[in-house]
């Protein structure tokens, strides 16, 4: 069943818009995260030249399965400061989506672009 949309989130400025740099990376590496309070997957993010390889702690096991995630393109916040999840330290915030049951999906481009490139 669909949840409903949230309300729209207040009104900023382009410029604090700028200040979340979102890139492009590829999932090179995937494993379960037993220890996660909820169920997620360590993921290890290549970001390219200029930001390299960042770690990140998902909660996407309903909709993603872990052998189909290498290689994939993701969408991430690279400058949130490192959140520490149980025993892994999750260095950037992997964006997804709702599905109709409110449960995780991934965003990234619809074909391959290269690395580190930024959402605008």
Do not use: C, W
């Not at 669909?2 to 382009?14: D, L, M, Y």
């Not at 390219?48 to 702690?57: A, N, Q, T, V, Y």
């Not at 915030?93 to 990234?108: N, R, S, Y």
């Amino acid at each position: 069943m669909s949840k409903p949309a949230a309300a729209p989130a207040p009104v900023i400025a382009f410029d604090d818009f700028l200040k979340v740099d979102i890139r492009v990376g590829t999932i090179v590496q995937a494993e379960p995260f037993p220890q996660a309070r909820k169920p997620a997957f360590k993921l290890v993010i290549d970001f390219g030249e200029g930001i390299g390889l960042k770690k990140s702690s998902a909660q996407i096991t309903v909709n993603h399965r872990l052998e189909d995630l290498v290689g994939r393109q993701v969408l991430a916040v690279v400058n949130f400061p490192p959140r520490q999840i149980g025993p892994f330290m999750s260095e950037v915030l992997t964006l997804g989506v709702p599905d109709a049951d409110g449960e995780v999906m991934l965003i990234g481009p619809d074909r391959p672009v290269p690395k580190g490139g930024r959402l605008y």
